[in-house]
């Protein structure tokens, strides 16, 4: 079979079709080159700083049955809002929504009258769309192109001015009637705009066609709809929701349970907490990305795709691809003259992170050293391993341990109790190697959004040679 090359890079969002579900790959990785399955939820900041959230496929309880993959849970929304309005003080809308139901009440649209079949409207997708107020939302259309007039969101201030939201339904791909199916728009991100700018009225523009009380319900699970006309009230029944679902798979371990919904961890790469502009570039199980408050330019993490604990608890493919890692990053710091330093502290942490970070290699004789000095400090019993030791013969699975892979000597220390957290960060950052310890502590670090942009895009560019992860004939991003 001849393959083609897709020239620009695609984002694919989950399927709602059950046939489809053989086609796609693991979260966050490519279908084919340059084709990247984005997973059913999550949000995406472009490069031009445009924020995409986006929740695919259908609903699991209005549809009253679940298609593995292709359906979403009533937490799937909330997961959504939550993660678009973390750290913001005053919210104020996302760029774009997309979404493959419609929400419902979009379709009372006084002037132009639309007709969508029933099953594609969605009363959770009208809570989420009245909750994140998107400045344009997209959906899937059957047949006809459709462009509502624009509507002011609904707020739960009193006299208080919210964006308007450009519904968009674009038909399919190269559909026989010729139906709009592609869109183009300029859009400057949210957070440069100004205020006055982004609450602009049009006169064409209408009110919310969303029941107002959706923004006043806090979970959307808890809402049902009684009839047509736009009635809801509050569905007491948690059989019905998430909750009945994990009664009926309690017999679960709990450890499975988290891998199964990784959705709160910040290093799943399907996570919707995830900050992907941190991440730099995805193999098949393990990814590197730019740690938050980098000791150094050029320290960065390798992180498992999938939610996996530590080096001990992985699966074999994760490790082997870990240690390819550990390679070409070592022959990458080498070509800048300088040594790597790997080291992972499987203690207090859920998702595994081994730190990488590169050092002058007019350090070497000293890290042991170093590191043996400042576990004396902490009272801590360093063992300089064996050459050729793996990590999981001299722990067991689940222990946790502080593990350093130095140029030269392999470190390994059982931990306990006090163990310093920032063990590594403290040697590494002390005057004999690094000598920056006011970056010992992460938090006291932290980089701008433009210097985490800029950093990721300096460690692509030069990295680019080494890069396993990328398609062997490309010569862009
Ligand atoms: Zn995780």
């Known amino acids: 079979m001849r393959t083609k090359k897709v020239p620009v890079t ?3 969002f989950g399927p709602s079709d059950g046939n489809h579900v053989k086609y796609y790959c693991e979260e966050g990785s490519e279908i084919v080159p340059n084709v990247i399955y984005m997973g059913k939820r999550g949000i995406f900041t472009t490069s031009a700083d445009v924020k995409i959230a986006y929740l695919t496929g259908l609903s699991r309880r209005e549809l009253g049955k679940d298609i593995p993959m292709c359906t979403f849970e009533p937490s799937d929304c909330s997961a959504v809002r939550d993660a678009c309005y973390r750290g913001q003080t005053e919210y104020r809308g996302v760029d774009v929504l997309i979404t493959t139901l419609w929400p419902s009440g979009i379709q009372q649209d006084e002037v132009q009258k639309v007709d969508v079949a029933e099953e594609r409207l969605s009363n959770l997708i009208a809570w989420l769309s009245i909750h994140l107020k998107p400045r344009y939302h997209f959906v899937p259309s059957i047949d006809k192109f459709y462009e509502r007039q624009p509507y002011r969101n609904q707020s739960t201030h009193q006299d208080y001015r919210e964006c308007a939201t450009r519904f968009i339904a674009l038909s399919s791909v190269g559909n026989k009637a010729k139906e709009k199916w592609i869109y183009a728009c300029s859009l400057q991100p949210i957070t440069k705009m100004r205020m006055t700018d982004l609450l602009q009225g ?4 209408t009110p919310c066609p969303y029941d107002p009380d959706l923004l006043k319900q806090h ?5 049902v709809k ?6 809801f009230f509050f569905n007491m029944d948690t059989q019905d929701d998430d909750h009945g679902k994990r009664k009926r798979r309690s017999g679960d371990n709990p450890d499975k349970k988290r891998k199964e919904n990784p959705d709160s961890c ?4 399907s996570s919707p907490t995830v900050e992907k502009h941190l991440v730099i570039c995805v193999g098949s199980h393990c990814y590197l990305a730019l740690p938050k408050g980098p000791l150094t330019p050029y320290h960065v993490l390798i992180l498992p795709i999938a939610h996996h604990q530590s080096v001990t608890k992985a699966p074999d493919e994760v490790n082997k691809e870990i240690k390819q890692f550990k390679e070409v990053l070592k022959k990458f710091y080498s070509s800048m003259g300088m040594l790597g330093v790997f080291f992972e502290r499987n203690f207090k942490s859920s998702h595994m992170q081994i730190q990488c970070v590169p050092v002058p290699k007019a350090c070497e004789t000293q890290l042991l050293e170093v590191f043996q000095d400042e576990a004396g400090i902490n009272r801590i019993e360093l063992e300089v391993l064996p050459p050729f030791t793996e990590i999981a013969q001299v722990s067991l699975p689940g222990a946790p341990y502080f593990h350093a892979e130095l140029p030269s000597d392999q470190i390994y220390a059982k931990t306990r109790q006090h163990f310093p957290l920032q063990f590594g960060r ?5 005057p004999p190697i690094l000598n920056c310890e006011d970056k010992a502590d992460w938090r006291q670090c932290l980089l701008s959004r433009e210097e985490e942009d800029s950093l990721v895009a300096m460690f692509r560019q030069k990295f680019k040679p080494f890069d396993f992860t990328a398609d062997v004939d490309s010569d862009s991003d």
């Open 426 to 430: 403290d040697v590494l950052s002390s």
């Open 226 to 231: 009684i009839s047509g006309n736009g009635q």
């Open 10 to 12: 695609t984002y694919v």
């Open 202 to 205: 049009t006169t064409d523009e």
């Open 266 to 269: 910040w290093f799943c790469l």
């Open 219 to 223: 979970q959307p699970g808890k809402v």
